[in-house]
């Protein structure tokens, strides 16, 4: 039986199968009455969106979609959205999708009520606190991935389409107030969408187990959420409608993203040039990188995976793990390098300066260089 529960960290979320159809409701609590729906095109004709829209149709709340979103959103998607909320009255959103959706419906709640420009609110420094905080609008969050843990994040990824740069923009109020996350919106996944997107909460786990930094909380829920993912994808990339499988994948992603307060590491930082440049899936991008960041940070991290590895699951501590990893990638037909996910002829002083400028950097528990970085993505390319 898949589990079912309410709970309040870090946000209040509804977890259970069949959830779907307190939306309305969880609209309410959020305090909006006219929402705008923002999806990315593939979902925007699925049944599951047809679904979330009958539920806010049924209650008066209005049938409102924008779906012009990319794989990778940027600046254009969030401003036709920020168009079309306010054109429509808008009091608040539901981003409803896997990490594009989410992401930029949360941004368009953000932005609508903003007179700056989106690259002001950057995450760096005490840059968040230029925006106006009592014009940013609710928004609700219902995730039909199990991957980026959005529907728990204060920030969203936006690419900017003229530098070809994965910019983070972080504000506290983005953090959505209510959380819809249902298992079953995920069942519909092709295999190759569970299997990224389930690496990519692997990646959260890993780098925020690996961060040198002290957040003894993100500690413990990222060896938590790297075993709910070691023992629950292999059943759901083979087993689609296995529901425990599906919940344990919904709550792993969700924990990755929480877990990962205490910081990420090199894995995104090359990973977000790439996607910026190349438009490569972000998981699957950063289960690619994976071993090679392991190697490279083994003197920093060896000794806590060898603490953790038997909870995990796996043997022979640390070099067990990187073992497990290779393994793990080859069951879901990862390739081991980004040629195989159509990176060719890349600009390697570009994607290194892109990384060194990551706001992921910070996290790595080595230091990253020009000539440690450069190394790193000469092993993955």
């Known amino acids: 039986m898949s589990p079912s529960a309410n709970w309040s960290y870090p946000t209040a979320i509804r977890f259970g199968a069949g959830r779907i159809k307190e939306l309305a409701e969880a609209c ?11 999806t990315d095109r593939g979902l925007a004709a699925l049944p599951v969106t047809q679904t979330a829209l009958d539920v ?31 054109e429509g009255g808008h009091d608040g959103v539901v981003a409803f999708g896997g990490g594009s959706g989410l992401d930029l419906g949360k941004m ?31 928004n609700v969050a219902v995730p039909t991935t199990a991957g980026t843990g959005s529907e728990v994040g204060r920030a969203s990824v936006v690419t900017n ?14 953090l959505p ?35 040198p930094h002290y957040h003894p909380m993100s500690q413990g829920i990222a060896v938590e959420g790297m075993r709910l993912v070691i023992e629950n994808l292999p059943k759901a990339y083979a087993t689609p409608d296995d529901m425990l499988a599906r919940a344990n994948m919904m709550s792993a992603a969700m924990m990755g993203a929480t877990a990962f307060q205490k910081g990420l590491g090199a894995i995104h930082a090359l990973s977000h040039p790439i996607g910026a440049m190349h438009h490569t899936h972000h998981g699957t991008t950063n289960a690619v990188c994976m071993p090679a960041v392991l190697r490279l940070n083994a003197p920093a991290i060896r000794d806590r995976f060898d603490a953790v590895a038997g909870y ?28 195989g996910l159509g990176v060719t002829d890349p600009d390697i002083d570009r994607l ?17 260089n020009e000539e440690n970085t450069r190394a790193l993505f000469e092993a993955v390319l």
């Not at 806010?56 to 036709?80: H, K, S, T």
């Not at 959380?179 to 299997?195: K, R, S, Y």
């Open 161 to 174: 389409s003229q530098t070809q740069e994965k910019k983070i923009i972080f504000h506290p109020k983005v």
């Open 312 to 339: 995990l699951g796996v043997d022979g501590g640390f070099e067990g793990f990187c073992a497990f990893v290779d393994g793990f990638n080859e069951g879901f037909d990862i390739p081991r390098h980004l040629s």
């Open 177 to 211: 107030s209510v959380v819809i996350a249902d298992p079953e919106l995920t069942v519909g996944m092709p295999a190759f969408v569970t299997a990224g997107t389930g690496l990519d909460a692997f990646a959260h786990c890993v780098e925020a187990f690996s961060s």
């Open 28 to 38: 309410k609590a959020a305090g909006i009455q006219r929402p705008l729906l923002v």
């Open 108 to 138: 368009v709640a953000f932005m609508a009520g903003q007179t700056r420009p989106l690259w002001d609110f950057e995450d760096i420094g005490d840059w968040w606190t230029r925006a106006d905080a009592d014009a940013i609008y609710p």
């Open 352 to 368: 290194v300066k892109g990384a060194l400028s990551d706001p992921s950097c910070g996290g790595n528990p080595v230091p990253l």
């Open 56 to 86: 806010l149709e049924a209650a008066g709340m209005g049938r409102a979609l924008f779906a012009d979103v990319d794989p990778n959103p940027n600046e254009i998607n969030l401003a036709a959205g920020v168009a079309a909320f306010r």
